[in-house]
């Protein structure tokens, strides 16, 4: 849904008549490119429009080369197209149409002053549409400084939460292998994404569910992008019913089959909460969250249920497979 709402617009204000970039879509992840252009191919397959995806981790010289074609969307990474453009490659100054999907993310520390420059290679008359599951201070600030009268639709009532049955189990760092496998045998699972907040957890953690004798994927981000890319097109294509992962893939990667999402480590923030659960419960399925509590993340969780107008439960011996199976 949020996809489409932008480049079905994208799409229609293309003149394949013209050869010049009339599109920028800027997403935060690799993984999210890919899937963006995805379905740019599929909405846009009976239009002669030519889309490319260019991304940090990937050989410059093919961008290079396939911008020396007609070219009318380019799907990118901030510091890739950023970086085309200061070397006089990639040509913006006719692009009218500026996308930023996961805009809390691209105008993080991380993105933000890239930001600031690309915008700069664009049309004078450009069109900014900002999309994102939080609206932080930064945000705010683009929008005051970039985007004048600006129209704001506000879903967030409506999102991610929605559809999403949200529980937490208390218990010991120690006792959290344990439940893992009680969950896994108790739950009629399609497919499970489980959440680490650490790098060296997501590998440990995979291989002792690997010895539990449940298939598991994992992905993180100090792997090489080919090997990601693999992983992830494998888990989506239900080669693998679950999925260990850092917050590499909260950012808009749906995977429909999802019906539970694990938060093994519970996270810091109520906006890396809200991604993360926005795995399950996609395309008005329904879905299951279940958060592992310790001590320590008491205040956290009380603070990001205050945040969000939620509730996570206590979980119940038994749960209801209505509240996550179709």
Same mark, same amino acid.
């Given at each position: 849904?949020?996809?489409?709402?932008?480049? %079905?617009?994208?799409?229609?204000?293309?003149?394949?008549?013209?050869?010049?970039?009339?599109?920028?879509?800027? #997403?935060?992840?690799?993984?999210? *490119?890919?899937?963006?252009?995805?379905?740019?191919?599929?909405? *846009?397959?009976?239009?002669?429009?030519?889309?490319?995806?260019?991304?940090?981790?990937?050989?410059?010289? /093919? /961008?290079?080369?396939?911008?020396?074609?007609? #070219?009318?969307?380019?799907?990118?990474?901030?510091?890739?197209?950023?970086?085309?453009?200061?070397?006089?490659?990639?040509?913006?100054?006719?692009?009218?149409?500026?996308?930023?999907?996961?805009?809390?993310?691209?105008?993080?520390?991380?993105? +933000?002053?890239?930001?600031?420059?690309?915008?700069?290679?664009?049309?004078?008359?450009?069109? %900014?549409?900002?999309?994102?599951?939080?609206?932080?201070?930064?945000?705010?600030?683009?929008?005051?400084?970039?985007?004048?009268? *600006?129209?704001?639709?506000?879903?967030? /009532?409506?999102?991610?939460?929605?559809?999403?049955?949200?529980?937490?189990?208390?218990?010991? +760092?120690?006792?959290?292998?344990?439940?893992?496998?009680? &969950?896994?045998?108790?739950?009629?699972?399609?497919?499970?994404?489980?959440?680490?907040?650490?790098?060296?957890?997501?590998?440990?953690?995979?291989?002792?569910?690997?010895?539990?004798?449940?298939?598991?994927?994992?992905?993180?981000?100090?792997?090489?992008?080919?090997?990601?890319?693999? $992983?992830?097109? /494998?888990?989506?294509?239900?080669?693998?019913?679950?999925? #260990?992962?850092?917050? &590499?893939?909260?950012?808009?990667?749906?995977?429909?089959? $999802?019906?539970?999402?694990?938060?093994?480590?519970?996270?810091?923030?109520?906006?890396?909460?809200?991604?993360?659960?926005?795995?399950?419960?996609?395309?008005?399925?329904?879905?299951?969250?279940?958060?592992?509590?310790?001590?320590?993340?008491?205040?956290?969780?009380?603070?990001?249920?205050?945040?969000?107008?939620?509730?996570?439960?206590?979980?119940?011996?038994?749960?209801?497979?209505?509240?996550?199976?179709?």
């Amino acid at each position: 849904g949020k996809t489409a709402s932008f480049l %079905i617009p994208s799409i229609e204000k293309v003149d394949t008549t013209k050869d010049h970039v009339q599109a920028l879509i800027l #997403v935060p992840t690799r993984e999210l *490119a890919l899937q963006t252009s995805a379905v740019i191919k599929k909405l *846009a397959k009976h239009l002669p429009i030519n889309t490319i995806v260019t991304t940090g981790g990937t050989v410059l010289k /093919d /961008d290079i080369i396939r911008l020396k074609r007609a #070219v009318h969307i380019i799907v990118a990474t901030p510091g890739r197209i950023l970086d085309l453009c200061e070397r006089r490659i990639a040509d913006l100054s006719k692009c009218r149409m500026f996308v930023m999907d996961e805009a809390d993310k691209l105008l993080s520390r991380e993105f +933000q002053i890239n930001l600031n420059k690309l915008i700069n290679f664009t049309h004078k008359d450009r069109q %900014i549409l900002c999309f994102s599951a939080t609206f932080p201070n930064a945000i705010r600030s683009f929008i005051e400084r970039w985007m004048a009268d *600006a129209h704001q639709i506000n879903l967030m /009532d409506e999102l991610t939460l929605r559809g999403v049955t949200q529980y937490y189990a208390f218990l010991k +760092q120690k006792q959290k292998i344990s439940c893992l496998r009680t &969950l896994f045998k108790k739950l009629n699972i399609n497919q499970c994404i489980i959440f680490c907040n650490k790098v060296k957890r997501v590998e440990l953690l995979a291989q002792s569910i690997t010895k539990m004798g449940f298939s598991c994927f994992y992905i993180h981000s100090k792997m090489k992008q080919e090997h990601r890319n693999r $992983v992830f097109h /494998d888990f989506r294509n239900g080669q693998c019913r679950n999925l #260990v992962t850092s917050d &590499l893939c909260t950012r808009g990667i749906d995977v429909q089959s $999802v019906n539970v999402v694990i938060n093994f480590d519970f996270p810091s923030g109520s906006e890396t909460y809200l991604h993360r659960i926005g795995r399950s419960g996609r395309f008005g399925h329904l879905g299951l969250a279940i958060n592992f509590i310790t001590m320590e993340d008491r205040t956290n969780m009380y603070k990001i249920e205050q945040e969000l107008g939620t509730e996570i439960k206590l979980i119940e011996n038994n749960i209801d497979e209505r509240l996550y199976c179709a």
